[in-house]
């Protein structure tokens, strides 16, 4: 990370200073994990995710930056927006392994919309299930725990899969790719039980 050009602290982020409290216009596209000065991984401390966000959104208030003037604002609305969208992603797994998967030139989401063969198999039954059983009827109650212990398992072996980061370009990130797709189909799968079950 580089040094605050005001004050020379360690920056904590490109685009705010916690010494200084300088604030800073990006010079380059900055990745959701360069914004939160963390290094690419699957695996994140979600404590310090959350500490982290709370610093940058009190540093670029742009409340705080009134009286620097109009453009300074706008910098602070700026920075701010991107460290939202930031910590939108960082703290979603799925999205996060999905920006990872991407980011080292594996497949996208539209280009790769296979599922991991075994799990094609489950698929159908599950379909069946969520056809034909009533919305809250014990078998409803029992597919969705069957695909909340599912979707729990995926996310684990996509996080294993990831740690550590493979080379760009490696052929398991289809993979992994694979296994996001899965791990759609088990939320969607999960959205429409509890749709269908109605307000509690």
């Given at each position: 990370m580089a040094d605050c050009s005001h004050c020379n602290e360690v920056l904590a982020?490109?685009?705010?200073?916690g010494g200084c409290?300088?604030?800073?216009?990006?010079?380059s596209i900055l990745s959701p994990f360069e914004i939160f000065g963390m290094p690419i991984s699957a695996r994140i401390d979600r404590s310090l995710l959350r500490k982290t966000l709370l610093?940058?959104?009190?540093?670029?208030h742009p409340d705080f930056h009134g009286s620097a003037g109009e453009a300074m604002v706008?910098?602070?609305?700026?920075?701010?927006?991107?460290?939202?969208?930031?910590?939108?992603l960082l703290r979603d797994a799925a999205k996060r392994a999905s920006w990872i998967v991407e980011?080292?030139?594996?497949?996208?989401?539209?280009?790769?919309?296979?599922?991991?063969?075994?799990?094609?198999?489950?698929?159908m039954e599950w379909n069946e299930t969520l056809e034909e059983a009533s919305p809250g009827s014990a078998e409803m109650?029992?597919?969705?725990?069957?695909?909340?212990?599912?979707?729990?398992?995926?996310?684990?072996?996509i996080a294993a899969a990831l740690t550590p980061l493979p080379q760009p370009g490696a052929a398991s990130?289809?993979?992994?790719?694979?296994?996001?797709?899965?791990?759609?189909y088990v939320d969607?799968?999960?959205?429409?039980?509890?749709?269908?079950a109605g307000p509690a």
């Open positions: 982020s490109p685009l705010a200073c409290e300088s604030i800073f216009a990006a010079t610093k940058l959104q009190r540093l670029l706008g910098i602070a609305e700026h920075n701010t927006a991107e460290v939202n969208a930031a910590f939108e980011h080292l030139g594996g497949p996208s989401e539209s280009s790769e919309r296979q599922m991991p063969q075994p799990f094609l198999m489950e698929v109650l029992r597919l969705s725990s069957e695909l909340t212990e599912h979707r729990d398992r995926i996310s684990t072996e990130l289809a993979g992994v790719r694979q296994s996001l797709n899965a791990r759609r969607r799968a999960l959205g429409r039980i509890s749709a269908s």
